[in-house]
């Protein structure tokens, strides 16, 4: 079989210009165009990839915040709950305190109302009691119970325990003035003399007396000198019994936590009287 170099090279050649018109007509293009388009797209992605990369950031961040707000809004509403609590315990305590305060006032003001009732009461029962037995004692004292008063003041005057009659002659014997002796009546010469004997001997001195009349001193006979004082009288016990009963009110009053009890006896350091 003949070969026809002609033609095979022609062939030859109509394919190598083929082959150049594809590569430079269609294949270059096309190529151009997949890398531009992979180009695009590598663009898109790396795009895409900061995208996400900046929202996955900005979810970090607004997840951070979003933590953080709500430990604050937690923490608050803790405090908040807190402070509402112990301002109710505050208020409930304040109003509790308040109301008790309110029950001792009350419950001190009825108890105060009822031991200042009974020692007024008291105080207006011993005042009449007290008027009546010194009016009484002084429309029975008369002339001649003076003297007797005045032997039995003599007598005590001899009888004084040896401490109190040192004090009482210094004070006599010291004395600028002459001492003065109180009775409710005039003391008739005899009594006077007595009295003034009875010192004399009983001191070894000369005592100065002054006399006095004093319708206060109930039957009994006082002596002062100095400070000092020597006395015998029915009035001395009643003003005693006056004096110890006081004390016991004005301690009822002030000390008691309720009112006093009606049972409350007659405190016992009134001294008897002496016959």
Do not use: C
């Not at 007598?155 to 109180?182: I, N, T, Y």
């Amino acid at each position: 079989m003949l070969i026809d170099w002609f033609t095979v090279i022609a062939q030859l050649l109509n394919f190598l210009l083929l082959v150049w018109l594809m590569k430079h007509f269609l294949y270059k293009p096309i190529l151009n165009a997949i890398d531009a388009r992979e180009k695009d797209i590598a663009a898109k992605l790396a795009d895409a990839e900061a995208k996400q990369a900046d929202a996955g950031k900005e979810h970090d961040e607004f997840n951070s915040k979003n933590k953080t707000f709500d430990e604050q809004r937690n923490a608050m509403m803790a405090k908040a709950t807190g402070e509402a609590k112990a301002e109710h315990d505050r208020l409930l305590d304040d109003a509790h305190k308040e109301a008790d305060g309110l029950r001792a006032s009350e419950a001190t003001a009825l108890k105060n109302d009822q031991v200042h009732l009974s020692v007024a009461i008291k105080r207006m029962a011993q005042d009449q009691v007290f008027s009546i037995a010194r009016k009484t004692l002084t429309d029975l004292a008369t002339v001649s119970l003076e003297e007797r008063i005045g032997e039995v003041f003599t007598r005590r005057l001899r009888q004084m325990d040896a401490k109190g009659k040192d004090e009482l002659g210094a004070a006599l014997k010291s004395s600028p003035e002459a001492s003065l002796v109180r009775s409710a009546f005039d003391l008739p010469v005899q009594q006077k003399d007595a009295i003034q004997n009875a010192l004399n001997e009983t001191f070894s001195s000369a005592i100065r007396l002054r006399y006095e009349v004093d319708a206060d001193t109930i039957g009994g006979i006082e002596l002062t000198a100095d400070g000092q004082k020597l006395s015998w009288s029915i009035s001395s016990y009643l003003d005693s019994f006056d004096e110890s009963l006081g004390k016991l009110l004005n301690a009822q009053s002030e000390t008691s936590t309720g009112p006093p009890s009606p049972t409350s006896s007659v405190p016992s350091a009134v001294a008897p009287v002496t016959k």
